[in-house]
C-alpha cells in the first residue's frame, strides 16, 4: 500500500514556465511533509517542507501548498530553469524521528 | 550544515563478494541512521533504521543476513552487502538524523555494481 501517492511521473515544462507537482497522502497522522531533489548518481537534497498547520511556506521560487482536509499537498516551482531538471520526490513522515515515505517521484525537464 | 559523508561513491564487485558502505556524520551525532535502496527511476525504498548501540529494524522483505548494519557509534554506520550478487546492485543511500527531529540529512549515495 502506496502511503504517498505523487504525480505526475515526468513534465515537460517551458523556461520560465511554472511546474507544478501533486502528491496526496492517506495516513492522517502524517506530520512533516518534505521535498526533494534529487540528480542523477546524487542522494537527495531537501527543498523545502511544511507542518499539517500551515497552509503555505514560500522558500524563493519554490512554494509549498498544504490542503489538510483533502490530504494533499503541492510543489510550485516558479520561473522554471534548465538547473531545475532534475527527479523531485515528496515525502512525509509521522514524527521527527521516524522514516521518511516517499512517492514515487516526478522526472522534470525544464526546456529553453 | 549537517552532513553525512558517504563512501564509496561507486563500487564494482564480484558476485559472491562482500561490500562495506560508510556513512558518517561529519558536524553532528546522528543516534538514527536510515538506509534506503533506490533502484534506476524509482523511488527511495526504506532498508533499514539503525540507532547507535542497538541492532537494526529491517524492513519486511530486507534480509537482515544479507544486509549487516553496525552503528556503534554516534557518527559512523556501515552497511555490509555480504555475499552480493547483481540483483544487489543498487544505489544505497543513508539518512542520518541532524538534531534530533525532522533533520534528515541524506549521503551522496553508493552506487553498487555486482558482475
Known amino acids: 500500500q502506496q502511503q504517498v501517492k505523487q504525480s505526475p511521473q515526468s513534465l515537460i515544462v517551458q523556461k520560465g514556465g511554472i511546474s507544478i507537482i501533486n502528491c496526496a497522502y492517506e495516513?492522517?497522522?502524517?506530520?512533516?511533509f518534505p521535498w526533494y531533489q534529487q540528480f542523477p548518481g546524487k542522494g537527495p537534497a531537501l527543498l523545502i517542507a511544511?507542518?499539517?498547520?500551515?497552509s503555505e511556506k514560500k522558500e524563493g521560487r519554490f512554494t509549498i501548498s498544504f490542503n489538510k482536509s483533502a490530504k494533499q499537498f503541492s510543489l510550485h516551482i516558479m520561473d522554471s530553469q534548465p538547473g531545475d531538471s532534475a527527479t523531485y520526490f515528496c515525502?512525509?513522515?509521522?514524527?521527527?524521528?521516524?522514516?521518511?515515505?516517499f512517492g514515487k517521484g516526478t522526472r522534470l525537464s525544464v526546456i529553453a | 550544515g549537517a552532513v553525512v559523508s558517504q563512501h564509496p561513491s561507486r563500487v564494482i564487485c564480484k558476485s559472491g563478494t562482500s561490500v562495506k558502505i560508510e556513512c558518517r556524520s561529519l558536524?553532528?551525532?546522528?543516534?538514527?541512521m536510515f538506509w534506503y535502496r533506490q533502484f534506476p527511476k524509482q523511488s527511495l525504498m526504506l532498508m533499514a533504521t539503525?540507532?547507535?548501540?542497538?541492532?537494526?529494524?529491517?524492513e519486511q522483505g530486507v534480509e537482515k543476513d544479507k544486509f549487516l548494519i553496525n552503528h556503534a557509534s554516534l557518527t559512523l554506520s556501515t552497511l555490509t552487502v555480504t555475499s552480493a550478487h547483481p540483483e544487489d546492485s543498487s544505489f544505497y543511500i543513508c539518512?542520518?538524523?541532524?538534531?534530533?527531529?525532522?533533520?534528515?540529512?541524506f549521503g551522496s549515495g553508493t552506487r553498487l555494481t555486482v558482475v
Open positions: 511544511i507542518r499539517p498547520d500551515v
Open positions: 495516513n492522517t497522522a502524517f506530520d512533516y
Open positions: 558536524d553532528f551525532q546522528a543516534t538514527t
Open positions: 515525502a512525509a513522515t509521522l514524527s521527527g524521528n521516524t522514516p521518511l515515505v
Open positions: 539503525s540507532n547507535e548501540g542497538s541492532k537494526a529494524t529491517y
Open positions: 539518512s542520518g538524523l541532524f538534531g534530533g527531529n525532522y533533520g534528515y540529512t
